[in-house]
């Protein structure tokens, strides 16, 4: 996995609750993108960021999907008032550079699940 | 919407055969392209990246790109059981940095 950190590996929501979900990229990377998989399905796009930038959002819900990626400190997935629905996968990944032949190195995911 | 298709299989191989799988895409100005492999439960791992029409070799791995007929294939010679698993076809986006995903093809190499 290229050095990507997630964290938590595992998280238990009950409807209604936040869900934080955490990325660090590999040392270096400054590019972070966000990517979420249902079972038995390929990865979706959610949203792309530098540095205290959203660069790129339109993979993202309009409502209660947020996220961050401060000057300091991990990447920061934020999803308010989980549903059922929300069960997933959650991969991060990150490259070095915009644009060009870079290649996304992935994390380990967090596997979502909510009740 | 720009999208990246493939067979869900399953692709069934007997072992030390050669596993071809195929992908399509619609964006036509799209320049990166790559092959994920995905292990039940796990994350994806780059295994191939190619950017120019032709064949890019690494070990028993052959990646083919064909820009004119937007398709892009993954050759694995000699199958081996742990080659089984879900290979993912990628597209960079041409008009962002966005990475586009097939919904993935299962492999499975049969002793």
């Known amino acids: 996995n290229a050095g990507v950190m997630q964290n938590p590996r595992h998280l238990v929501r009950r409807r209604g609750q936040e869900a934080r979900l955490r990325c660090s990229p590999v040392k270096g990377h400054s590019h972070v993108y966000w990517y979420r998989q249902l079972p038995e399905e390929g990865l979706k796009f959610m949203v792309y960021?530098?540095?205290?930038?959203?660069?790129?959002e339109s993979g993202m819900p309009k409502e209660r999907f947020s996220a961050e990626f401060p000057k300091e400190g991990p990447s920061i997935l934020r999803i308010q008032q989980v549903v059922r629905g929300d069960s997933a996968a959650y991969f991060c990944?990150?490259?070095?550079?915009?644009?060009?032949?870079?290649?996304?190195?992935f994390g380990p995911g967090t596997r979502l699940l909510v009740l | 919407q720009k999208e990246v298709e493939q067979n869900s299989g399953p692709l069934s191989v007997p072992e030390g055969a050669i596993a071809s799988l195929n992908c399509t895409y619609s964006?036509?100005?799209?320049?990166?392209f790559f092959w994920y492999r995905q292990y039940s439960g796990k994350s994806p791992e780059l295994i191939m990246s190619?950017?120019?029409?032709g064949d890019k070799e690494d070990g028993r791995f052959t990646a083919q790109l064909n820009k004119a007929s937007q398709y892009v294939s993954l050759l694995i010679r000699d199958s081996q059981p742990s080659d089984s698993a879900t290979y993912l076809c990628a597209v960079k986006d041409s008009s962002a940095s966005k990475i586009i995903f097939g919904s993935g093809t299962r492999l499975s190499i049969r002793p």
């Open positions: 960021l530098q540095k205290e930038n959203i660069i790129d």
């Open positions: 964006d036509r100005g799209s320049q990166s």
């Open positions: 190619i950017y120019s029409n």
């Open positions: 990944a990150s490259s070095p550079v915009q644009g060009g032949k870079e290649t996304q190195y």
